[in-house]
């Protein structure tokens, strides 16, 4: 009986492997991969092939750092992303399957979630308005350079 038990195990455990390494419907179809409008920027902050494999790594140690230890950065920030991959037609990376995000994590089958707090669309920025709220938006739980390091 526990002999069963254990193949029984492993069996399930073979069917969830061979599941999870299935490729999307749409690749399994032989769908043509997508393509991507280039950003507006002169390049990215790192080479194509690396954000390929590992901008959801980057972006999830952004997170961690922005709001379990207050660390804010532009460097690998999904603000920034949004500002430079944003459609021409759009003005989105995730309102068509033909926006940046969207084509690739379509194709993938991958359910994209940054979008259930974090914009699509690059905000619009006023005149003289970025330095003025980035100095008004510190947190208050947060030491800053205004006031020696104390907390206010």
């Given at each position: 009986?526990?002999?069963?038990?254990?193949?029984?195990?492993?069996?399930?455990?073979?069917?969830?492997a061979?599941?999870?390494?299935?490729?999307?419907?749409?690749?399994?179809?032989?769908?043509?991969?997508?393509?991507?409008?280039?950003?507006?920027?002169?390049?990215?902050?790192?080479?194509?092939?690396?954000?390929?494999?590992?901008?959801?790594?980057?972006?999830?140690?952004?997170?961690?750092?922005?709001?379990h230890?207050?660390?804010r950065?532009?460097?690998?920030?999904?603000?920034?992303?949004?500002?430079?991959?944003?459609?021409?037609?759009?003005?989105?990376?995730?309102?068509?399957?033909?926006?940046?995000?969207?084509?690739?994590?379509?194709?993938?089958?991958?359910?994209?979630?940054?979008?259930?707090?974090?914009?699509?669309?690059?905000?619009?920025?006023?005149?003289?308005?970025?330095?003025?709220?980035?100095?008004?938006?510190?947190?208050?739980?947060?030491?800053?350079?205004?006031?020696?390091?104390?907390?206010?």
């Amino acid at each position: 009986m526990a002999r069963l038990s254990s193949w029984l195990r492993l069996a399930a455990l073979i069917g969830a492997a061979a599941v999870l390494a299935a490729p999307s419907f749409e690749a399994a179809a032989g769908a043509d991969k997508p393509t991507l409008t280039r950003g507006k920027g002169d390049k990215c902050v790192e080479d194509t092939e690396f954000m390929r494999r590992n901008h959801m790594d980057l972006l999830k140690h952004q997170r961690d750092e922005t709001m379990h230890k207050g660390i804010r950065t532009t460097k690998h920030s999904l603000k920034q992303c949004v500002e430079c991959h944003a459609g021409e037609k759009s003005g989105s990376v995730a309102a068509s399957k033909e926006d940046f995000c969207m084509a690739c994590h379509s194709y993938a089958g991958v359910k994209l979630d940054c979008w259930d707090c974090h914009a699509t669309k690059p905000m619009a920025k006023k005149p003289g308005q970025a330095e003025a709220k980035a100095e008004s938006k510190a947190s208050p739980l947060m030491p800053n350079s205004r006031n020696g390091g104390a907390k206010p």
